[in-house]
């Protein structure tokens, strides 16, 4: 890596200290980049870099909130806007207890080169809280996410930030946050995206994440003549993007073995096939329960759970073709990745976002595998988003058909586009050069066309 990167990564470090995600997902990028710069001495001289790494804006807030028993608690909101140099900003909410200003701007970060990557004109931001709706009731979930928009309102609007869904905010969350938006500002606008359907959503938003990474696994596996049809394979996660990808991937002829969540994992020899992934649906997204719940519904299931005093988890050790990471970050840490090579895996497609650690990811790129990363593979989902927008502004809907078809353009043309510019940059076959790059030259274009802003 170049000195002029390495300055500004580690400026990065020292001006955010304890944000070992971003510091992670600056670096990547940044080294994929250290490729065009040689080309591109105008980003030098902008500080195109320097400005990238500082989000345009970062709010933190408070969020009271009263549970069922009448006890007050206290969350922290909030909203990473980090580049709007091509669009409004766009990015999902999370609510997990994990959450923090680090995974947020990591997450922000990612956002903004994805959605240059999709062609729709959305910048990136990303938000949430540390709020865990995990055995809270409706009622609570309700009141917390109320108390939440309550102050995020002041901040988004059609035309400024539009927000999403991410880890523990689903359709759910998004209604309850939708009411008290449109409840404080009395306007009925395309504000949040992943809305119900007789209220605005888009069809296939909830499919298009999971839908839109196997249809970049099933682009990939096209460059050397392959297919889905007959392949085995590892998802992780059981919530939106896993059960999805699930779907896909048995209607594409290929067989789902593993489902995951926090706890531990399933492995199904059989496959999930779409009934079982009916019931998983119902488990989680009805009755809230846990995976391991599948096992005891079909006993030909083994159920393992996740020790994470270990360096590896056993969802990444068992012979397959192909693995679609869905649950988290760096939840494939290099052992994992040893793991998984070791068993004949092939083609690593990320439906989460940087759920491969940097020790997994260099023995990826290190081997000859087809390796999707998150910012190209997953953005199904912020694509359709898009889409929603639009149909919003129009005020009318398309046909599931055509958002279908849409989605399945658009990972088409990302996947060209990240063959195009690993090509082009002297890193064929490349897939994280060639979308950290195409992410990068159209937003580091439009902020040299904005002038120092
Ligand atoms: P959900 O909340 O619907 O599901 C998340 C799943 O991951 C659950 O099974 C959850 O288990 C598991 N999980 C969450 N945190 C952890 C953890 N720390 N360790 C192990 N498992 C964990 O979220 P989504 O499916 O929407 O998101 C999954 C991933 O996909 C995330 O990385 C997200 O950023 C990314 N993504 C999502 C998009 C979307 O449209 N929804 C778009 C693009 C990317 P448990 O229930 O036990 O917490």
Known sequence: MNAYIEEILETVKTKNPSEPEYHQAIHEVLESVSLVLEQHP???????LERLVEPERAILFRIPWVDDQGAVHVNRGFRIEMNSAIGPYKGGLRFHASVNLGILKFLAFEQVFKNSLTTLPLGGGKGGSDFDPKGKSDA??????????????RHIGPNTDVPAGDIGVGAREIGFLFGQYKRIRNEFTGVLTGKGLNWGGSLIRPEATGYGSVYFAAEMLATRGDSLEGKSCIVSGSGNVAQYTVQKITQLGGTALTMSDSNGHIFDPEGIDEDKLQFVMALKNQRRGRIEEYAEAYPDTIYTPTDYSEDSNPIWDHKADCAFPSATQNEISGKDAENLLKNGVFLVCEGANMPTSPEGTHLFLDSSI????????????????????????????????????????????????????????GSKGNYVNGANIAGFIKVADAMMDQGVV
């Open 42 to 48: 105008e980003y030098l001289e902008a500080k195109i």
């Open 140 to 153: 609570e979930v309700m009141r917390f996410c109320q108390s939440f928009m309550t102050e995020l309102c």
């Open 370 to 425: 087809l390796y999707g990363p998150g910012k190209a593979a997953n953005a199904g989902g912020v694509a359709v988003s898009g889409l929603e927008m639009a149909q919003n502004s129009m005020r009318f809907s398309w046909s599931r058909e055509e958002v279908d078809h849409r989605l399945r353009q658009i990972m088409k043309n990302i996947h060209t586009s990240c063959v195009e510019a690993a090509d082009r940059y």
